[in-house]
């Protein structure tokens, strides 16, 4: 299963790489999905990312993610992710951010989704996982942008970060003495809390899987 969604962001690349690249850990920042997010351990895989992954701690437990491609000069990211709850049909998932300067000041930011689902699930339930990740990928793409563009984080993360699970799992991740935001903290704690990486395979997209079953279509995963 492949999809594709586009957006347009009414800022210059350079910026919008800011926040998808050398800003990549912090993906709580905006994904309405992520509660919270960090840098994961490890040696990168890409000699240029910054990091080997990201931790998060979603609306459906911990996921992990592995940063596969990293292009600054292309403006390209590609990871995968894992989950503890995602099903055992899901056989591989990618996701891929490509960036494209529109004119000076406006960027195309296209995402795409690969999934590999196991026979006979991809037959049975392709259809109704194709809606899912459709809107959770479209959703996805306009917090995105309205956080590159605004600075602050849409409405859907605000209600998000304002639940009982995003506030334990902020105050989870932190020290009990410190008072400080998440993002001036290492992902220390993080790590700590969501245990050592899970085997890899992409963005906290792995969520959306759980969708046809009643559960929260949230992703990444946000994603």
Partial sequence: MKLTKTITVARPIADVWQVLGPDYVRAGDWASSVYVSGARGGTPLVAEAP??????????????ETIEVYDPAGHRLAYSASGEKMPG???SLVNSWTLDA???????????????????FNLLMGWM????FSK????????????????RPHPRKVKADASRKAVEARRAVQAPASHRPFAQQTSAGLQARLGAPFPCRATAVGLLLLAPFGLKNHAIWHI
């Fill in 102 to 120: 529109d004119g000076a000041t406006r960027t195309r930011v296209t995402m795409e989704l690969k999934a590999d689902i196991a026979f006979p």
């Fill in 89 to 91: 049909f899901v056989r």
């Fill in 129 to 132: 996982m194709r809606l899912q």
């Fill in 136 to 151: 959770v990928l479209r959703e996805a793409l306009q917090e995105f942008a309205h956080f590159v563009e605004t600075g």
């Fill in 51 to 64: 990091v080997a992954g990201r931790v998060c701690e979603t609306s459906l437990g911990p996921f992990t």
